[in-house]
């Protein structure tokens, strides 16, 4: 897609702005990483120099979006990012989609041993043990999650979203990230999932678009349908992320 001057200029600020994150993120991230060494998404020895964590970080702070939904919170430390620097949570609502399947017991403190793999607890256990670990994760993250409202969806998010949003159509979302399954077919229908219930000065969040999931021609297609109802942001940087703002 062809982009003038100004679009560069604007991304050029934008990631500068967003760059001055890269402290604080790599902050937040060691205080988890100390409590959780087995989940390598918060060892900040692994921060790229320009992570998509820094920039979920700037727009949490920049716009504190309320009600929002994540496809793939997985350990949230997605979440966390958004969320760690608001003053208060009691407005805030939270919709989280995911399989919650990557989890892994460690019981014993040598977690090299103990290490049950997530095949052998029953998911019924093991979705709650996950869920704990995003509430556990965003209190290391600084998020009070008492006053927090969040909703837990178990589940293929291809089928779970439009559900939820047959029985909740008047829920217009201030914020969606789209960071769950991550062959194409998933990640569009995902996009389009959401899309219609982004509201007006509402933000979606995308990763992964180059590097190995390559999710760049996903994301270059629904630029094309949506060019006029959305502003875009891409950061063709790590493994390359965008955020999108509706504009009608
Ligand atoms: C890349 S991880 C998400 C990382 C998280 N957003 C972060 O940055 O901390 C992808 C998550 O999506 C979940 N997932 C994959 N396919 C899914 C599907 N079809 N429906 C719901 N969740 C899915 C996985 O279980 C995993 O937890």
Not at 1 to 27: A, P, S
Not at 126 to 150: H, S, W
Request: charged share 30%.
């Amino acid at each position: 897609m062809l982009r003038n001057k100004q679009e560069d200029i604007d991304i050029k600020i934008k990631q500068e702005q967003i760059m001055q994150e890269y402290k604080e993120i790599k902050k937040i991230m060691k205080k988890v990483w100390e409590n959780n060494k087995d989940d390598t998404y918060f060892d900040p020895d692994h921060l790229d120099n320009f992570d998509y964590r820094f920039m979920i970080s700037w727009l949490g702070k920049t716009y504190k979006p309320e009600k929002i939904l994540e496809i793939g919170t997985r350990s949230g430390c997605s979440l966390g990012c958004l969320l760690h620097s608001y003053d208060s949570y009691n407005n805030v609502e939270v919709f989280s989609f995911d399989l919650w399947r990557e989890y892994e017991l460690n019981i014993l403190k040598n977690k090299k041993i103990s290490s049950i793999t997530s095949k052998f607890i029953p998911f019924q256990i093991k979705k709650k043990l996950a869920q704990n670990r995003v509430l556990r994760n965003l209190r290391y993250m600084n998020v009070e999650t008492d006053e927090l409202n969040i909703n837990f969806f178990d589940g293929d998010s291809r089928c779970n979203v439009p559900n939820f949003f047959e029985k909740n159509n008047n829920i217009k979302l201030d914020y969606a990230l789209v960071d769950g399954g991550h062959d194409k077919t998933t990640a569009w229908c995902d996009l389009m999932n959401v899309v219609n219930h982004v509201k007006n000065g509402g933000i979606l969040v995308f990763d992964d678009l180059i590097d190995n999931y390559n999710l760049i021609t996903v994301w270059n297609d629904f630029k094309k349908y949506f060019n006029k109802s959305f502003d875009f942001y891409d950061f063709m940087v790590s493994k390359g992320f965008a955020y999108a703002i509706r504009k009608e």
